[in-house]
Nanobody
């Protein structure tokens, strides 16, 4: 199982970006998916997550500006980022709790991380 993130880039303050994360492999089920971000010298922080039932949760710093969504048929989830601020500059990582098919059985679920995509917001 792998997660592939994309969509990062350079944008001016007030602009928008949409990040995507595609899961691939022998997947039985995708549970909670999330986006985290990290800047050099700081711990990785949760930005947004959405449960398998579709319930979202956001960090206070992004509420009202970011929206997390998922398309289970495409094994893809998204982070729509609007009204971006320079403080949003970071490497963004996607995360998913995935149950994989291993031979004749389904594993109990493991955490997977994408490779990270850089988001830079200029003032």
């Amino acid at each position: 199982v792998q997660l592939q993130a994309s969509g990062g880039g350079l944008v001016q303050a007030g602009g928008s970006l949409r990040l995507s994360c595609v899961a691939s492999g022998d997947i039985f089920n995708i549970g909670t998916v999330a986006w985290h971000r990290q800047v050099p010298g700081k711990e990785r922080e949760l930005v947004a997550e959405i449960s398998g039932a579709g319930n979202p949760h956001y960090a206070d710093s992004v509420k009202g500006r970011f929206a997390v969504s998922r398309d289970d048929a495409k094994k893809t989830f998204y982070l729509q980022m609007n009204n971006l601020e320079p403080e949003d500059t970071a490497v963004y990582y996607c995360f998913a709790d995935i149950r994989a098919i291993v031979g004749d059985y389904v594993d109990p679920g493991l955490d997977y991380w994408g490779q990270g995509t850089q988001v830079t917001v200029s003032s």
